[in-house]
T-cell receptor, first 115, second 112 residues
């Protein structure tokens, strides 16, 4: 059973507009959520995260929103740029203690930003 | 530099042969992980390690084994490679909760 779901395999937006990537989860024990960005032939890289005690975290053009009651989070990119074109993975963590944050990933959403 | 490297970057092997992928980190992190990435499946955890000689299975561990004899090295072995193990393999090390994992650049394995 998939605990982290990204239901949109792909998303296409125009440069300068907003990109909204969505993620749903089923495990209420998840306490940390992260977004990773992945370019072809490279490993995923960390983008932004949010703790379950918050509902919003912002870093430059990237904002993550968390709705715990709906078990839903979203990543907003404003304004979108062609260099943002990549696969975005949503991930969730259930803290096992120490530094062992075993992450569960969604299947990813391919974002294409058209010039 | 991320402090984590994988080798080889690409490998083609024949069905039935053993294959070992290596992950090396210089950050002295206790936790390390092996994932595979496949179209339509995202990133799936194969095995992970929580210390030297301490390992555990992930969700897709069948056909794989791991070893960690030193903090810096985490090896993934396919005892007898099958075509279903053709994939891109990523190693990762665990940092803090705020940043999750740091990933290596991946190994593209093709089993023919």
């Amino acid at each position: 059973d998939q605990q982290v779901k990204q239901n949109s395999p792909s998303l296409s937006v125009q440069e300068g507009r907003i990109s909204i990537l969505n993620c749903d989860y089923t495990n209420s024990m998840f306490d940390y959520f992260l977004w990773y960005k992945k370019y072809p032939a490279e490993g995923p890289t960390f983008l932004i995260s949010i703790s379950s005690i918050k509902d919003k975290n912002e870093d430059g053009r990237f904002t993550v929103f968390l709705n715990k009651s709906a078990k839903h989070l979203s990543l907003h990119i404003v304004p979108s740029q062609p260099g943002d074109s990549a696969v975005y993975f949503c991930a969730a963590s259930e803290n096992s203690g120490g530094s062992n944050y075993k992450l569960t990933f969604g299947k990813g959403t391919l974002l294409t930003v058209n010039p | 530099d991320a402090g984590i490297t994988q080798s080889p970057r690409h490998k083609v092997t024949e069905t039935g042969t053993p294959v070992t992928l290596r992950c090396h980190q210089t950050e002295n992190h206790r936790y390390m992980y092996w994932y595979r990435q496949d179209p339509g499946h995202g990133l799936r955890l194969i095995h992970y390690s929580y210390g030297v000689k301490d390992t555990d299975k992930g969700e897709v561990s069948d056909g794989y084994s791991v070893s960690r004899s030193k903090t810096e090295d985490f090896l993934l072995t396919l005892e007898s490679a099958t075509s279903s193990q053709t994939s891109v393999y990523f190693c990762a090390m665990s940092g803090t909760a705020s940043y999750g994992y740091t990933f290596g650049s991946g190994t593209r394995l093709t089993v023919v």
